[in-house]
T-cell receptor, first 109, second 113 residues
């Protein structure tokens, strides 16, 4: 079966750095997405990786290792508004997105 | 309209009733999707449409039907609602292309009693 694993919850301090990991086992791989979802709101796109390596976008970076079935989202200079759930999703061989359950990130002052 | 909209925002429904959730986008995206999101689970694909006139089944299609008469609209119908269909429903759309992200509507919170 297909599986995306992420930690359920993480806590970090304002101004710090946090890394959210995602491991996947899917039938095929056609890219990995990270989305942010604030409570009660819709998911919004953060990043996309299809090749191995690091993609940097401002305070957020995403890394991919296809051989290890592994990705992480790195958030720097954490702000209170970064408190949200972070969803990892993999596009499989049918070009459908398989979603992880999300990691709830709690930022403390 | 800007982006993707859904209606209603929330609904309480008696079991056995028929219900249609509406989704409209004005971005001229070819692909549209319906997901349900339940606590502790990832988004699960119900149905999708790669282009107007075509639809496909996702991971959890049973009890749901869709139609795609035109590019903009993608309604989701529950023919006879059951309590296990209580969930938050998100509609999404994306332009054609392998690396294109999906844009989500604000969601419909549905409770079936």
């Amino acid at each position: 079966g297909q599986n995306i694993d992420q930690p359920t919850e993480m806590t970090a301090t304002e101004g710090a750095i946090v890394q959210i990991n995602c491991t996947y086992q899917t039938s095929g791989f056609n890219g990995l997405f990270w989305y942010q979802q604030h409570a009660g709101e819709a998911p919004t796109f953060l990043s996309y990786n299809v090749l191995d390596g690091l993609e940097e976008k401002g305070r957020f970076s995403s890394f991919l290792s296809r051989s290890k079935g592994y990705s992480y989202l790195l958030l720097k200079e954490l702000q209170m508004k970064d408190s949200a759930s972070y969803l990892c999703a993999v596009r499989d061989s049918n070009y459908q997105l398989i979603w992880g359950a999300g990691t709830k990130l709690i930022i403390k002052p | 309209i800007a982006g993707i909209t859904q209606a209603p925002t929330s609904q309480i429904l008696a079991a056995g009733r028929r219900m249609t959730l509406r989704c409209t986008q004005d971005m001229r995206h070819n692909a549209m999707y319906w997901y349900r999101q339940d606590l502790g689970l990832g988004l699960r694909l119900i149905h999708y449409s790669n282009t107007a006139g075509t639809t496909g089944k996702g991971e959890v299609p049973d009890g749901y039907s869709v139609s795609r008469a035109n590019t903009d609209d993608f309604p989701l119908t529950l023919a006879s609602a059951v309590p296990s269909q209580t969930s938050v429903y998100f509609c999404a759309s994306s332009p054609s292309g392998e690396n294109n992200e999906q844009f989500f509507g604000p969601g419909t919170r549905l409770t079936v009693l």
